[in-house]
C-alpha cells in the first residue's frame, strides 16, 4: 500500500504533531509505504527527517499557488500513490483533482477544529464544499468538528488523536526545569498554546494575577510565541512578573509540563473551536488536572468533575476559581491527574489512533481488515 502524505509544513502545530505521531505507528505495518509532500521548507519535526521516509519538497511562492496542481501531478504520476491522504484545507484543495484525473483514493483530513458556528463564504466553509464531493472518506480528530463542517455521515469518520508514551522517557529533572525558568515557588500552574486570537491567554493572565493577589506560594507558565505574545507581557504588572513566566516556544514542552501542579487552556471559542488539543493530551499523559474551556471537541477528552473541570470560556472568576480549589484540594488535583493519565492509556493512545488510520486505509482499498 502506497500513501502520499500532502501538508502544507511540518512546523510546530496540531496536525503536524498528529501526523508525525502517526508516522511513529505505522512503523509497525511492513506492507504500508509513506512519502511526504509539504509545500514548506520549515520542518520542525526533526523526527521525519532523521526517518527512512522519502519528503517530496512541492514548495509555493504564495499560499495558492497553481504551479502545485502540477507539481503534484507530476509527483503521483511518478510515485503512483494508492491514497493520497491530505493534511488540511489548502492540500485538499490541491489534492482532489489531482486523484480524481489520476484515480487515485483521497482521504480529505482539512478538520482539525470544530468552530462553534462555520461563517457561509469563510475560507473553512468554501474549501469544505468545493472538496467534500469530491473525497473518498473525510476524517475528523473529533466528532464535534464533523458536526460543525456538517460533514456527509455516508462517509466521515472520527479519529481521536493519539499520544505515544515513548515521548515521557526522555523527560528532563523537574528541579533542572525549574532552575532554568527560575520557578521558586511550590506549585505551578501552566499553559500551553500559541499567542493568538484562538487562545485566551487575556483570562489566563488575569486569572493568574487574582489568584496572586491573595497568595504567593504558585508559579503560573505561559509556553509558546506568536502575535499576541509581546501585548500579553504587557499586561501583567510589575510586582508579579517574578510569579509569571513567559518561555516563549519551546521544543522540549513535555519536561516543562512536568513540573505543572494544573494544566489550563484556556480558548476564544468565537474565533476557534478546539478540535482534541494535543496541549490537554500531554497534561493528562503527565497525570496533571486539568481546567480548560468547555467547547469544542474538548469534551471529548475530558470528563468534567473526573479527569478536570470544563469551564465556562471567558470567565476569569471561575477559572481562578478552580485553579485555588485544585490548589487547596491536593488529594482531589492528585486523583484527576491519575484517571486523565489512564483515559490517555485506554482512549488515545497512539496504537489506537494508529490502528483506526490503518482500518480507513484497508476500508477505502477493500482489503480485509
Given at each position: 500500500?502506497?500513501?502520499?502524505?500532502?501538508?502544507d509544513?511540518?512546523?510546530?502545530?496540531?496536525?503536524?504533531?498528529?501526523?508525525?505521531?502517526?508516522?511513529?505507528?505505522?512503523?509497525d505495518?511492513?506492507?504500508?509505504?509513506?512519502?511526504?509532500?509539504?509545500?514548506?521548507?520549515?520542518?520542525?519535526?526533526?523526527?521525519?527527517?532523521?526517518q527512512?521516509?522519502?519528503i517530496?519538497?512541492?514548495?509555493?511562492?504564495?499560499?495558492?499557488?497553481?504551479?502545485?496542481?502540477?507539481?503534484?501531478?507530476?509527483?503521483?504520476?511518478?510515485?503512483?500513490?494508492?491514497?493520497?491522504?491530505?493534511?488540511?484545507?489548502?492540500?485538499?484543495?490541491?489534492?482532489?483533482?489531482?486523484?480524481?484525473?489520476?484515480?487515485?483514493?483521497?482521504?480529505?483530513?482539512?478538520?482539525?477544529?470544530?468552530?462553534?458556528?462555520?461563517?457561509?463564504?469563510?475560507?473553512?466553509?468554501?474549501?469544505?464544499?468545493?472538496?467534500?464531493?469530491?473525497?473518498?472518506?473525510?476524517?475528523?480528530?473529533?466528532?464535534?468538528?464533523?458536526?460543525?463542517?456538517n460533514?456527509?455521515?455516508?462517509?466521515?469518520?472520527?479519529?481521536?488523536?493519539?499520544?505515544?508514551?515513548?515521548r515521557?522517557?526522555?523527560?528532563?529533572?523537574?528541579?533542572?526545569?525549574?532552575?532554568?525558568?527560575?520557578?521558586?515557588?511550590?506549585?505551578?500552574?501552566?499553559?500551553?498554546?500559541?499567542?493568538?486570537?484562538?487562545?485566551?491567554?487575556?483570562?489566563?493572565?488575569?486569572?493568574?494575577?487574582?489568584?496572586?493577589?491573595k497568595r504567593?506560594?504558585?508559579?503560573?507558565m505561559?509556553?509558546?510565541?506568536?502575535?499576541?505574545?509581546?501585548?500579553?507581557?504587557?499586561?501583567?504588572?510589575?510586582?508579579?512578573?517574578?510569579?509569571?513566566?513567559?518561555?516563549?516556544?519551546?521544543?522540549?514542552?513535555?519536561?516543562?509540563?512536568?513540573?505543572?501542579?494544573?494544566?489550563?487552556?484556556?480558548?476564544n471559542?468565537?474565533?476557534?473551536?478546539?478540535?482534541?488539543?494535543?496541549?490537554?493530551?500531554?497534561?493528562?499523559?503527565?497525570?496533571?488536572?486539568?481546567?480548560?474551556?468547555?467547547?469544542?471537541?474538548?469534551?471529548?477528552?475530558?470528563?468534567?468533575?473526573?479527569?478536570?473541570?470544563?469551564?465556562?470560556?471567558?470567565?476569569?472568576?471561575?477559572?481562578?476559581?478552580?485553579?485555588?480549589?485544585?490548589?487547596?484540594?491536593?488529594?482531589v488535583?492528585?486523583?484527576?491527574?491519575?484517571?486523565?493519565?489512564?483515559?490517555i492509556?485506554?482512549?488515545?493512545?497512539?496504537?489506537?489512533?494508529?490502528?483506526?488510520?490503518?482500518?480507513?486505509?484497508?476500508?477505502?482499498?477493500?482489503?480485509?481488515?
Open positions: 500500500m502506497r500513501i502520499l502524505m500532502f501538508i509544513s511540518l512546523h510546530s502545530g496540531g496536525k503536524e504533531r498528529r501526523l508525525v505521531e502517526l508516522i511513529k505507528g505505522l512503523k505495518y511492513s506492507d504500508i509505504h509513506c512519502e511526504f509532500a509539504i509545500m514548506s521548507n520549515d520542518i520542525h519535526y526533526k523526527y521525519v527527517v532523521k527512512d521516509i522519502r517530496h519538497y512541492l514548495i509555493r511562492k504564495w499560499k495558492k499557488d497553481p504551479r502545485i496542481f502540477f507539481k503534484l501531478y507530476k509527483l503521483c504520476k511518478e510515485f503512483k500513490p494508492d491514497i493520497i491522504h491530505s493534511w488540511g484545507s489548502m492540500p485538499s484543495v490541491y489534492a482532489f483533482p489531482i486523484a480524481k484525473v489520476l484515480k487515485i483514493k483521497f482521504i480529505n483530513a482539512m478538520i482539525s477544529d470544530a468552530p462553534l458556528k462555520l461563517k457561509v463564504f469563510s475560507k473553512a466553509w468554501t474549501r469544505s464544499k468545493i472538496t467534500f464531493p469530491f473525497s473518498d472518506i473525510i476524517l475528523s480528530n473529533s466528532y464535534a468538528g464533523l458536526k460543525s463542517y460533514a456527509p455521515k455516508n462517509k466521515s469518520y472520527c479519529i481521536h488523536n493519539g499520544f505515544d508514551f515513548e515521557l522517557k526522555k523527560i528532563e529533572d523537574e528541579n533542572n526545569i525549574k532552575i532554568k525558568f527560575g520557578i521558586k515557588t511550590e506549585k505551578v500552574v501552566g499553559m500551553v498554546g500559541a499567542f493568538a486570537d484562538r487562545k485566551d491567554y487575556k483570562t489566563y493572565l488575569l486569572a493568574a494575577m487574582k489568584i496572586l493577589s504567593n506560594d504558585v508559579s503560573f505561559a509556553i509558546g510565541d506568536g502575535e499576541n505574545l509581546e501585548d500579553c507581557k504587557k499586561m501583567v504588572k510589575k510586582k508579579y512578573k517574578d510569579k509569571i513566566i513567559f518561555t516563549g516556544k519551546q521544543n522540549d514542552v513535555e519536561s516543562i509540563v512536568k513540573v505543572f501542579d494544573i494544566g489550563v487552556l484556556a480558548t471559542k468565537e474565533v476557534h473551536g478546539e478540535g482534541i488539543s494535543n496541549s490537554i493530551m500531554e497534561y493528562m499523559a503527565l497525570g496533571k488536572p486539568v481546567i480548560v474551556s468547555s467547547g469544542g471537541g474538548t469534551p471529548e477528552i475530558v470528563e468534567h468533575d473526573k479527569t478536570g473541570f470544563l469551564i465556562t470560556p471567558k470567565s476569569i472568576e471561575e477559572l481562578a476559581s478552580k485553579i485555588e480549589y485544585l490548589l487547596e484540594n491536593e488529594k488535583a492528585v486523583e484527576m491527574g491519575e484517571k486523565g493519565r489512564e483515559r492509556r485506554q482512549e488515545f493512545s497512539l496504537e489506537k489512533m494508529t490502528n483506526s488510520f490503518v482500518s480507513s486505509y484497508k476500508r477505502l482499498l477493500n482489503q480485509r481488515i
